[in-house]
């Protein structure tokens, strides 16, 4: 029972967290591309208070996207997921861990990433019109600034900045951890400029430890 409740967990993870990222870069590691040019109002504020050129939006992958992660630990961890921007200021990722097909969708708004949907669609379900992009409403923050080790939103905490990270796709020497934990399983994901999540990490700390991760492996862009 632990186990299969471990698994849910774990799948509802994948549900709930976001996407991956490219920095205004292309997609080999090295950064200048400008994806997402960044508003004034998601510029990224340092631990000293000056305002950087560097967007939230920075940490997705760039429109029309797609990546596979590998998976370890579990059958729902290995995952492919499309990034796109319909609208300004908006992302849409469509996830795929095999187990179900979701639709996530997020906002800029000022110095967080909102959340406005996260749930299981058809797989052939199409990109939301601009219309219904502005329907929807925040349910969650799924990330904040300033981008510093102690920033909190919602339960999840940033415990880490500019560490190193080994994925199948690369090394990645500027990771953002951010963290969530309850009485018995640890949550993090592991962000990086321009490519967003390069890693995804759930441990279950019970009686067995159960240790299951989704790690980038490959990332193209359509033409």
Known sequence: ???????????????????????????????????????DNGKIEQEHGEKTDLSLLDYFLPDGSNAHYKGEGNEYAELDISVNSPAEDYVVVHENNGGSFIQKVYKLEGDEIQVLQEEPIQID???????????????????KGPIEKGTTFDDWTIVETN????????????????????????NRIYLVKG??????ESIMTTDEKLVVTSLLETVTKQD
């Open 125 to 143: 379900g199409q990109i939301p019109s601009k219309e219904e992009l502005k329907a929807l409403t925040p349910i969650r923050i799924y990330l």
């Open 163 to 186: 560490i190193s990270v080994d994925t199948p796709y690369q090394k990645f020497d500027d990771a953002v951890v951010m963290e969530q934990k309850g009485d018995d399983f640890i």
């Open 1 to 39: 029972m632990k186990r299969n409740g471990f698994i849910l967990l774990f799948v509802m993870l994948l549900i709930m967290s976001g996407c991956s990222s490219k920095p205004a870069t292309s997609l080999d590691g090295n950064s200048s591309s400008k994806e997402h040019p960044p508003a």
């Open 195 to 200: 490519f967003g999540e390069v890693k995804r």
